[in-house]
């Protein structure tokens, strides 16, 4: 088991309420956005 500081558990708290109000949709663009971008860099 890990045993996280105060500082951490409210930054990991932070960042779970950031993802829950993101779109799946918007997360769905982003990875396609990125995916094209990776084949663009390997040329």
């Known amino acids: 088991m ?3 500081s105060d500082d951490e558990v409210a ?4 960042l ?3 993802l829950r109000g993101i779109k ?3 997360i ?3 990875m396609v ?4 971008a990776d ?3 390997q040329r």
């Open 39 to 41: 084949k663009r860099s």
């Open 24 to 26: 799946v949709r918007d």
């Open 33 to 36: 956005i990125l995916a094209k």
């Open 11 to 14: 930054l990991i708290r932070s």
């Open 2 to 4: 890990v045993i996280l």
């Open 16 to 18: 779970l309420t950031a």
């Open 28 to 30: 769905d663009k982003a």
